[in-house]
């Protein structure tokens, strides 16, 4: 599925994209792009997306629980080269109904053990 600019601030995955970004490059997201509500859980503040942004970077894991559609949580990691950029992501989404805290540790390891065998993919 292609990552619409208006959606990465509410998807695991985009939160793995734009933890990646230099702070100017996000800097210059945020001021390109409204943080558009999709949800009443939907992170529209940018200090707090930045502080999350932090953490999704430092852990290279990123969870999202109804941020873009109701219903639906989403894990991502990311795949990155050795210099620090970022290759690919990968992600998940389920039923926020099973996506508890156990599950958010299972899609975790899950995530970066299939990260492990897609590196030998694109090379470290």
Known sequence: EELEQSKLHALAQGKI???HLSA???AHFLELNRLETFTRTTEVNAERLKEQLATVKQENFAA???EFETGISSFAAGIRRENGILAATVAVRVPSLV???TFQTYAHDVL???LTELKK???K
Do not use: N, Q, W
């Open 17 to 19: 994209v734009l933890a």
């Open 24 to 26: 100017y490059e996000l």
């Open 64 to 66: 999202t629980k109804d």
């Open 99 to 101: 996506a508890d805290k």
């Open 112 to 114: 970066h053990e299939s």
């Open 121 to 123: 993919i694109f090379g």
